[in-house]
């Protein structure tokens, strides 16, 4: 069974079902929504050596390619695509969007933009850069309207090789993975970021996110053998 709901202003995206009596995890979401409604975080280093050296060949943003890798491994487990219905009872969306942050140097401040997302590499970038040259200079928390309901959150602090970074609110922690990276580093020919994931324990444990990082550096390495744009 799936249900069709609005997302954002006009986009309608599939959510389906999760059947509570056959799924594995009906208790572990129970206990972790009901009883102890808790996150966490986990901080892992990323070998992004072959997005760098494409976005620098290519003369494409870092940050870009980033959020593409990210968003590409996010939407191939269903684990980071999970929402909670009207009746409580957990769903998959069908695709997730990044919400992503801008920073505005002169003001110290950021603002919240999102884009869509397309496996397609070359379309995918092309609306990222179309959103930033629209939306980029937008001030306030959020910097461009109609968010989708379907999203996900990242961001990059490239000024700080950080060794951890747990981001908290009130209330239940949230279903949708917060991600955020840092500076860049090099050491032996490779390039690492230190990459923080966040998210309820009733839609992820760690193994889970060891199953997101195998599927990252499968996105990251991808750069490597990906075509640079004709001039």
């Not at 939407?75 to 969306?93: Q, S, T």
């Not at 928390?141 to 999203?151: D, L, M, S, T, V």
Request: aromatic fraction near 14%; charged fraction near 25%.
């Amino acid at each position: 069974m799936r249900g069709r709901i609005r997302s954002g202003k006009e986009q309608a995206v599939m959510i389906t079902p999760i059947d509570l009596d056959k799924w594995p995890r009906n208790y572990h979401y129970k206990y972790y929504t009901e009883a102890l409604q808790v996150g966490y975080s986990v901080t892992i280093k990323v070998d992004v050596t072959e997005v760098l050296a494409y976005s620098r060949a290519a003369g494409r943003s870092f940050y870009g390619c980033m959020i593409y890798a990210i968003s590409a491994a996010v939407n191939r487990l269903d684990c980071m695509k999970m929402v909670k219905m009207e009746d409580g009872n957990p769903g998959i969306w069908d695709r997730v969007h990044p919400v992503f942050t801008v920073f505005h140097k002169e003001s110290e401040t950021f603002s919240d933009l999102w884009t869509s997302w397309d496996p397609d590499f070359e379309t995918f970038y092309t609306e990222y850069e179309r959103v930033v040259d629209r939306y980029g200079n937008c001030r306030g928390i959020k910097g461009r309207e109609h968010q989708p309901a379907n999203f996900f959150c990242v961001s990059c602090s490239p000024w700080l090789d950080f060794i951890a970074y747990a981001p908290s609110s009130p209330g239940p922690a949230q279903l949708f993975p917060i991600i955020a990276y840092g500076k860049y580093t090099e050491a032996d020919g490779r390039v690492t970021v230190p990459l923080s994931v966040t998210i309820s324990h009733a839609a992820a444990d760690g193994y889970h996110i060891s199953k997101f990082a195998a599927v990252l550096r499968e996105e990251t390495e991808s750069f490597g053998s990906r075509t640079y744009p004709e001039k």
